[in-house]
């Protein structure tokens, strides 16, 4: 298990958004460069960015940035954010990052989503961003009539890096994640499943340590200092 700092880009700046909204946003570093390199400095192996813009339009924009992260060389690097055709997995994966991150297509065209997990063995990792029960798309605006479990049964059988599961209510929340169907999640598939979204002390992350989860992902409590990197990271360790 490991700990996954995250970096939400918009107009080439770290942000954070509260509960996926817009309109509800915070911006903690004009320089993504330097807080990854902060990142680094602490102890993380891998980065978790999300291109926002991206994300909202449904296709790529912060690539610029992301390449320049990437030319660090300090991270295994997974990107998420408007993935949504082959050439924006291959133009990413050739940035030299170790995955790219598929939500809304995957949800809205699962044959394609299937394709392109057989072309990409073990590169596509799949994000179940959730309302309840109920999956959502489309920088989370969307809210689907899919389960999240039954989805994720489906998406089980294909060659994926990993599952991201996020509880939308919980992100930016610094409440605490969503333990309960996190758990479950976990107990229903054999893909290696990565935890996201609320996130905020040491015991959130002892009490995460308990599941079989492949990583946790951490992003305001970081930025707002409620948590160490170091620290989380060390929690690992020990």
């Not at 700990?3 to 080439?12: E, N, R, T, V, Y």
């Not at 999300?50 to 690097?77: H, M």
């Not at 930025?223 to 020990?238: I, P």
């Amino acid at each position: 298990m490991v700990i996954i700092p995250a970096i939400d880009l918009m107009k080439g700046k770290c942000v954070r958004l509260v509960q996926g909204e817009y309109h509800h946003q915070i911006t903690y570093e004009n320089d993504p460069i330097a807080q990854a390199e902060q990142f680094a400095a602490d102890g993380a192996e891998w980065l978790h960015i999300v291109d926002l813009e991206g994300a909202k339009v449904g296709k790529p924009v912060n690539t610029q940035v992301i390449a320049d992260i990437a030319a660090l060389g300090k991270f295994k690097i997974e990107v998420g954010g408007g993935i949504r055709d082959e050439d924006n997995v291959s133009d990413l994966l050739n940035l030299g990052l170790e995955r790219v991150i598929i939500g809304t297509r995957a949800i809205t065209n699962f044959k394609w989503f299937s394709e392109i997990t057989q072309k990409f063995e073990n590169k596509i990792t799949l994000a179940l961003d959730a309302k309840g029960s109920k999956v959502a798309t489309h920088a989370w605006t969307q809210k689907t009539g899919q389960n999240l479990f039954e989805f994720a049964l489906k998406a089980d059988e294909l060659p994926l890096a990993a599952i991201i599961y996020t509880d939308i209510t919980k992100d930016g929340m610094m409440e605490g994640p969503n333990f309960e169907r996190t758990r479950e999640l976990t107990n229903k598939v054999k893909t290696p499943v990565v935890a996201s979204g609320g996130v905020k002390s040491l015991d959130d992350i002892n009490s995460l340590k308990e599941m079989n989860l492949q990583g946790i992902i951490i992003g305001r409590a970081l930025y707002e200092k409620t948590l160490s990197l170091a620290d989380a990271v060390n929690a690992l360790k020990n």
